[in-house]
């Protein structure tokens, strides 16, 4: 007819959805747009119209890939997984650790891992030369993670928000209980994170030791000792 009656759009996972409001069998319009069906007869729901922002790979301890962690545009952090088979979704599996293979290669030489929240500030890290890594859930942690890195030196960094600081200090008094020697910072007012410090043309000497009565917004004198920022005091760092 002459009067449109047909929406089109994509979901957060990059799948065509369609609604037909005259009341056009869905088979109909996959038809009419030329949409691919699978073996099974069925639509295929992904269609590659969008390319996520960037994408994370995991491995094992081995350097296999084990899972791909894409982040897609949109407000707030959208992410999705992928298996190496093109499977979508974890599936149960679980990631472990990013950058698995330099953080077990720190842990058996006795060198330091940085652990920050996200993938993002793990690899500003890493391009600095820096062991890094993150979980592959955000806010969570999990013990086999902290079994990883039982014994090692490890720097943690805060987000700095409230979540950012409690998430930091659960891990640090989890990897403690584990035989770890532990330092926690915060990158100083007004930066959210250690990217945003780096990104600003900060440096790592401006993180802060994140203390019991670290303030969110206020700014921080950095721990100074012995001439040396707070980072540079962690045994074993150079």
């Known amino acids: 007819d002459h009067h449109p009656s047909l929406r089109l759009g994509l979901n957060d996972h990059g799948n065509v959805w369609a609604e037909c409001k005259a009341g056009c069998p869905r088979e109909a319009v996959r038809e009419a747009l030329g ?45 999705s997984w992928r298996l190496p088979d093109g499977t979508d979704g974890l599936r149960g599996l679980d990631p472990g650790l990013y950058h698995r293979p330099e953080v077990d290669a720190a842990v058996r030489a006795g060198g330091v891992v940085w652990k920050v929240e996200g993938e993002r500030d793990a690899d500003t890290l890493a391009a600095r030369g820096l062991t890094s890594t993150t979980g592959p859930h955000g806010l969570t942690w999990h013990p086999a993670w902290t079994a990883i890195l039982a014994g090692a030196t490890i720097v943690v960094v805060a987000d700095r928000d ?10 640090a008094a989890e990897l403690a209980s584990a035989g770890c020697t532990v330092t926690t910072l915060v990158p100083p007012s007004p930066h959210k994170d250690v990217s945003e ?21 206020a700014p921080k004198v950095r721990l100074i000792k012995d001439g040396r920022p707070a980072w540079a005091q962690i045994p074993g760092h150079w």
């Open 35 to 79: 949409l691919p069906t699978g073996a099974d007869g069925q639509a295929v729901r992904r269609v590659a119209t969008r390319a996520p922002l960037r994408g994370y790979v995991y491995e094992d301890s081995g350097g296999a890939p084990v899972a791909l962690k894409l982040r897609w545009r949109g407000r707030g952090a959208r992410f």
């Open 162 to 171: 409230r979540r950012g600081f409690d998430h930091a200090r659960a891990v």
């Open 197 to 217: 410090l780096l990104e600003a043309e900060g440096s790592l000497d401006d993180l802060e030791e994140l203390a019991a009565d670290t303030d969110i917004g």
